[in-house]
């Protein structure tokens, strides 16, 4: 005579289906997060590396010319114009044409106000490139020191503290610089930023910092 094996029952496998879908709609949306993360990171030190690289050749060749004063937009042109030639670009927007570089129907910088600057997107007018890595660059305005980059151009998300970041250049003591030469270039922030902001960091937490470090 056989012997009856006992197995599992429909209802138990169900059950033991129904607890590995609710753990998993748990824990997979939280690991898809952290390997977005880590890419973002891994794209922003790349891209930090390389503005830092090419600032530091650009000084020491003496391309670069000081700034007379904040709004000064003879330097900020001439210096963006350097900082882009020592780049392998495959594309570039000189000619009312930044929208085919930097993508207009991403996420702008002060979306919620800023008192000089209000549109929030480069204009049109401002030069911008995308790199043989595919990262794209703009001026900010026509006359600050300000350069955006997104690290992985036309593609999503386009958001400030993911894949889109704005660098300053800086003077010596590590602060944005109003007059003179450039000393490097450095994030917007000098910290992590953990709530909003009103400029290029809407949807916190964003890691300017950390990130650099890690």
């Known amino acids: ?39 973002y990171k891994v794209a922003y030190k790349k891209a930090f590396a390389e503005a830092s690289l090419i600032t530091r050749n650009a000084l020491l060749t003496g391309a670069f010319v000081p700034r007379t004063s904040q709004y000064d937009s003879n ?42 600057y209000p549109q929030g997107l480069p204009y049109n007018t401002c030069r911008a490139f995308i790199d043989n890595s595919g990262m794209a660059w703009s001026m900010y305005t026509y006359s600050e020191d300000i350069i955006l980059v997104d690290t992985n151009g036309n593609k999503g998300p386009n958001r400030y503290g993911k894949d889109r970041w704005m660098l300053l250049f800086k003077d010596k003591n590590n602060n944005y610089l109003t007059v003179g030469l450039p000393y ?29 470090k890690q």
């Not at 006992?6 to 690991?31: D, M, N, Q, R, Y």
């Not at 270039?185 to 990130?211: E, F, M, Q, V």
């Open 1 to 39: 005579m056989y012997k009856l094996r006992k197995g599992f029952t429909l209802a138990e496998v169900l059950i033991t289906l129904l607890i590995i879908g609710v753990v998993s709609s748990i824990v997979i949306p939280g690991l898809i997060s952290d390997m977005q993360d880590q890419q």
């Open 75 to 116: 330097a900020t042109l001439n210096n963006f114009n350097v900082f882009k030639n020592q780049f392998s670009i495959t594309k570039e927007c000189n000619n009312n044409n930044n929208d085919q570089c930097w993508n207009p129907s991403g996420e702008q910088a002060c979306t919620d106000g800023c008192s000089i």
């Open 184 to 212: 490097k270039i450095g994030p917007a922030y000098n910290n992590d930023i953990t709530s909003p902001s009103n400029l290029a960091c809407h949807y916190p937490p964003c890691y300017y910092i950390s990130w650099l």
